[in-house]
Protein backbone atom coordinates (compact mmCIF):
# COMPACT_ATOMS: atom_id res chain seq x y z
CA UNK A 1 0.00 0.00 0.00
CA UNK A 2 3.05 2.39 0.00
CA UNK A 3 1.21 4.43 -3.24
CA UNK A 4 -1.76 5.17 -0.90
CA UNK A 5 -2.10 8.40 0.30
CA UNK A 6 -4.56 8.95 3.08
CA UNK A 7 -5.39 12.66 3.63
CA UNK A 8 -8.11 14.60 4.90
CA UNK A 9 -11.19 14.86 1.81
CA UNK A 10 -11.03 18.30 0.37
CA UNK A 11 -14.32 20.00 -1.53
CA UNK A 12 -13.41 18.72 -5.07
CA UNK A 13 -13.42 15.31 -3.04
CA UNK A 14 -17.09 15.56 -2.74
CA UNK A 15 -18.35 13.85 -5.87
CA UNK A 16 -16.27 10.96 -5.20
CA UNK A 17 -17.14 10.07 -1.94
CA UNK A 18 -20.74 10.47 -2.49
CA UNK A 19 -20.41 8.10 -5.57
CA UNK A 20 -18.83 5.60 -2.75
CA UNK A 21 -21.40 6.31 -0.74
CA UNK A 22 -24.03 5.54 -3.42
CA UNK A 23 -23.03 2.38 -4.54
CA UNK A 24 -24.60 0.30 -2.72
CA UNK A 25 -28.09 -1.25 -1.75
CA UNK A 26 -28.55 0.74 1.39
CA UNK A 27 -26.59 3.48 -0.05
CA UNK A 28 -28.56 3.87 -3.14
CA UNK A 29 -31.81 4.22 -1.65
CA UNK A 30 -30.25 7.53 0.86
CA UNK A 31 -27.54 9.42 -1.23
CA UNK A 32 -28.16 11.33 -4.62
CA UNK A 33 -25.13 11.88 -6.31
CA UNK A 34 -27.43 14.18 -8.82
CA UNK A 35 -27.53 17.05 -6.68
CA UNK A 36 -24.41 17.75 -4.55
CA UNK A 37 -25.74 21.08 -2.72
CA UNK A 38 -27.01 19.13 0.41
CA UNK A 39 -23.35 17.73 0.83
CA UNK A 40 -22.01 20.74 -0.16
CA UNK A 41 -23.06 22.67 2.87
CA UNK A 42 -22.05 19.39 5.15
CA UNK A 43 -18.48 19.55 4.09
CA UNK A 44 -18.26 22.70 4.97
CA UNK A 45 -19.46 22.12 8.75
CA UNK A 46 -17.48 19.07 8.67
CA UNK A 47 -14.69 20.70 7.61
CA UNK A 48 -14.96 23.49 10.21
CA UNK A 49 -15.05 21.20 13.14
CA UNK A 50 -11.78 20.08 14.72
CA UNK A 51 -13.38 16.57 16.02
CA UNK A 52 -14.13 15.54 12.59
CA UNK A 53 -11.88 14.02 10.35
CA UNK A 54 -13.55 13.05 6.64
CA UNK A 55 -10.57 11.15 4.71
CA UNK A 56 -10.55 9.79 1.56
CA UNK A 57 -7.71 7.36 0.30
CA UNK A 58 -6.13 7.95 -3.05
CA UNK A 59 -3.88 6.12 -5.13
CA UNK A 60 -2.97 7.49 -8.54
CA UNK A 61 -5.07 10.89 -8.17
CA UNK A 62 -7.76 8.75 -8.23
CA UNK A 63 -10.12 8.80 -4.82
CA UNK A 64 -10.89 5.18 -4.08
CA UNK A 65 -11.92 4.87 -0.32
CA UNK A 66 -13.48 6.96 2.61
CA UNK A 67 -14.40 7.16 6.57
CA UNK A 68 -15.43 10.01 9.04
CA UNK A 69 -13.64 9.67 12.00
CA UNK A 70 -15.14 11.74 14.83
CA UNK A 71 -13.89 12.63 18.39
CA UNK A 72 -16.22 12.28 21.02
CA UNK A 73 -15.06 13.96 24.41
CA UNK A 74 -17.10 12.90 27.75
CA UNK A 75 -17.57 12.21 31.05
CA UNK A 76 -18.22 8.71 31.23
CA UNK A 77 -15.51 6.03 31.65
CA UNK A 78 -13.95 8.54 33.67
CA UNK A 79 -14.02 11.34 31.33
CA UNK A 80 -12.28 9.55 28.17
CA UNK A 81 -12.12 10.82 24.87
CA UNK A 82 -13.89 8.05 22.48
CA UNK A 83 -13.61 7.64 18.40
CA UNK A 84 -16.69 7.03 16.43
CA UNK A 85 -15.84 5.34 12.29
CA UNK A 86 -18.70 6.07 9.92
CA UNK A 87 -19.09 5.91 6.22
CA UNK A 88 -16.50 3.21 5.50
CA UNK A 89 -16.49 3.02 2.09
CA UNK A 90 -14.06 1.28 -1.05
CA UNK A 91 -14.48 2.02 -4.74
CA UNK A 92 -15.65 -1.35 -6.01
CA UNK A 93 -12.85 -1.22 -8.28
CA UNK A 94 -10.17 -1.12 -5.21
CA UNK A 95 -12.50 -3.75 -2.99
CA UNK A 96 -10.47 -6.97 -2.13
CA UNK A 97 -6.86 -5.45 -2.10
CA UNK A 98 -6.49 -4.57 1.88
CA UNK A 99 -7.69 -0.71 1.31
CA UNK A 100 -10.69 -1.54 4.15
CA UNK A 101 -8.32 -3.06 6.37
CA UNK A 102 -5.69 0.28 5.81
CA UNK A 103 -8.24 2.89 6.45
CA UNK A 104 -9.60 1.15 9.61
CA UNK A 105 -6.03 0.84 10.93
CA UNK A 106 -5.62 4.51 10.09
CA UNK A 107 -8.54 5.83 11.99
CA UNK A 108 -7.32 3.52 14.96
CA UNK A 109 -4.27 4.94 15.18
CA UNK A 110 -5.03 8.77 14.72
CA UNK A 111 -7.74 7.81 17.73
CA UNK A 112 -4.99 6.62 19.83
CA UNK A 113 -3.18 10.03 18.61
CA UNK A 114 -6.33 12.22 19.73
CA UNK A 115 -6.03 10.43 23.21
CA UNK A 116 -9.41 8.44 22.79
CA UNK A 117 -9.34 5.21 24.73
CA UNK A 118 -12.40 3.34 22.99
CA UNK A 119 -13.41 3.03 18.89
CA UNK A 120 -16.32 2.07 18.03
CA UNK A 121 -18.69 1.74 14.98
CA UNK A 122 -22.17 0.85 13.74
CA UNK A 123 -22.95 -1.14 10.58
CA UNK A 124 -26.58 -1.84 9.30
CA UNK A 125 -27.80 -4.99 10.73
CA UNK A 126 -28.11 -6.41 6.94
CA UNK A 127 -24.49 -5.96 6.02
CA UNK A 128 -23.06 -9.27 7.64
CA UNK A 129 -19.86 -9.23 5.45
CA UNK A 130 -18.88 -5.93 6.87
CA UNK A 131 -19.83 -7.51 10.40
CA UNK A 132 -16.89 -10.12 9.36
CA UNK A 133 -14.61 -7.42 8.42
CA UNK A 134 -14.53 -5.50 11.17
CA UNK A 135 -14.62 -8.66 13.74
CA UNK A 136 -11.16 -9.85 12.18
CA UNK A 137 -10.01 -6.18 12.33
CA UNK A 138 -10.64 -7.08 16.41
CA UNK A 139 -13.88 -5.07 17.20
CA UNK A 140 -16.70 -6.71 18.83
CA UNK A 141 -20.35 -6.72 18.51
CA UNK A 142 -21.08 -5.79 22.51
CA UNK A 143 -23.79 -2.93 22.13
CA UNK A 144 -26.83 -2.68 20.50
CA UNK A 145 -27.57 0.06 18.51
CA UNK A 146 -30.93 1.71 18.06
CA UNK A 147 -31.92 5.15 15.56
CA UNK A 148 -35.19 7.03 15.42
CA UNK A 149 -35.59 8.96 12.06
CA UNK A 150 -35.92 12.61 12.83
Do not use: C
Not at 12 to 33: C, H, K, T
Request: hydrophobic fraction near 40%.
Amino acid sequence: MSDLEIRPATEADIPAVVAMLADDPLGAQRESPDDLTPYTAAFARVAADPNQHLVVAVRNDQVIGTLHLTIIPGLSRRGAIRSLIEAVRIHADARGQGLGSTLIEWAVEESRRQGSRLVQLTSDATRTDAHRFYERLGFTASHVGLKKAL
